[in-house]
């Protein structure tokens, strides 16, 4: 691995990484030397997360985080830099989606979907970013987004406005936390293959979106990896309020 990328010596907390990307995030960013807090709400996960990285040699510490919940952030966040250290590394990736037709989406659809997708990021950003600031080490926040903060598609309302809102804040608290050299930028991912995806691109459906993706493939997850290694480190010490898109060229695919 470039030495570019070396994040010995820094501390990552990771939202959601009991699955999914969050998972994958926490592999990639304890091979590059960082030592890992893994939050989410299903503790045992997070275990075995933290078991597989102290496999390779790596150091990892849990807590339980509900990132929707003020004082379970402020907890999880004082237990993991009492575990780890200061948070260099903030990587906002817990997200929920509902999937139903707008007219049928309900108040606390749109109240669930927002509180973990958008109030969640600004929770943990915020208390993660005055620490930075009491400390005066700087750091970076790297909000996960997605293509979906620009573009748009049925049956998921909620989850658009989240990310599209995600974007957003994104670039309001770059602009507002650069003076403590605190970097806050997005990845905004398109569609990758996951558990919950592979049946629906088998199918016709699924295959006729495919060809709408130039690439003509779905992403991998270690498609993310150079994106994400490059906002943790201090490779991107001069980029702060910016979103890079990982979508095998959809954005700028034909309407």
Not at 131 to 143: F, L, T
Not at 232 to 255: E, F, P
């Amino acid at each position: 691995m470039s030495s570019v990328f070396d994040l010995r010596g820094k501390v990552a907390l990771i939202t959601g990484a009991s699955s999914g990307f969050g998972r994958h995030f926490a592999g990639v960013l304890a091979r590059a030397g960082a030592r890992v807090g893994l939050t989410a709400r299903r503790v045992a996960a997070l275990e075995t997360v933290a078991s597989e990285i102290n496999a390779m040699d790596g150091i990892a510490a849990v807590s339980k985080l509900d990132v929707s919940q003020e004082s379970s952030v402020a907890s999880a966040v004082a237990a993991i830099e009492q575990a780890l250290g200061p948070i260099d590394v903030l990587i906002n990736n817990a997200g929920i989606c509902i999937t139903k037709p707008v007219l049928e989406q309900t108040e606390q659809d749109w109240d669930d979907v927002l509180d973990v997708n958008l109030k969640g990021a600004f929770l943990m950003a915020t208390h993660v970013a005055r620490r930075m600031r009491e400390a005066k080490r700087g750091g970076s926040i790297i909000n996960i987004q997605s293509i979906l903060s620009f573009r748009q598609a049925g049956h998921i309302t909620p989850y658009a406005a989240s990310k599209a809102a995600l974007n957003q804040l994104t670039k309001s608290m770059a602009l507002e936390l650069a003076r403590y050299n605190i970097r806050v930028n997005g990845i905004a991912p398109g569609y990758f293959l996951t558990d919950i995806s592979r049946d629906f691109f088998a199918s016709p459906a699924g295959a006729a979106m495919l060809k709408r993706i130039p690439q003509r493939r779905l992403g991998r997850f270690e498609d993310l990896d150079g994106p994400l290694l490059l906002l943790a480190s201090d490779a991107s010490r001069y980029m702060t309020g910016t979103t890079i898109v990982v979508d095998g060229g959809h954005l700028c695919s034909n309407l």
